[in-house]
Nanobody, 124 residues
Framework: QVQLVESGGGSVQAGGSLTLSCAASTYTTYYKMAWFRQAPGKEREGVAVIYIRSSTTRYADSVKGRFAISQDNAKRTIFLQMNSLQPEDTGMYYC??????????????????WGQGTQVTVSS
């Protein structure tokens, strides 16, 4: 059974930084992996995507220039470096993994496998 396990969430003040990690029990069969977030009462939104073979990345406009997604193939792990965090970045952050398709890669429907999430709280 495929498992995605997130870690690295926590509480920080505005302007601070956090790095999230997502370890996959299987990795090489995935085409793309991504980070999503969901604030209370809001829909889950795509934050960043990385394509496993090319390492090509894509970001939501709201995090461009502040967040960076990366991967460590040997460890079957992806990361999300989050800088200049703001209160609006607060939410549960989820790791997702998926396969080739035509769906917008920042849409939750583009992914089959999901982690349980890690909470990020940014205070002003």
């Amino acid at each position: 059974q495929v498992q995605l396990v997130e870690s690295g969430g926590g509480s920080v003040q505005a302007g601070g930084s956090l790095t999230l990690s997502c370890a996959a029990s299987t990795y090489t069969t995935y085409y793309k992996m991504a980070w999503f977030r969901q604030a209370p009462g809001k829909e889950r939104e795509g934050v960043a995507v990385i394509y496993i073979r090319s390492s090509t990345t894509r970001y939501a406009d709201s995090v461009k220039g502040r967040f960076a997604i990366s991967q460590d193939n040997a460890k079957r792990t992806i990361f999300l470096q989050m800088n200049s965090l703001q209160p609006e970045d607060t939410g549960m952050y989820y790791c997702a993994a998926g396969f080739p398709g035509l769906t917008n890669p920042l849409s939750p429907s583009a992914y089959r496998d999901w982690g349980q999430g890690t909470q990020v709280t940014v205070s002003s």
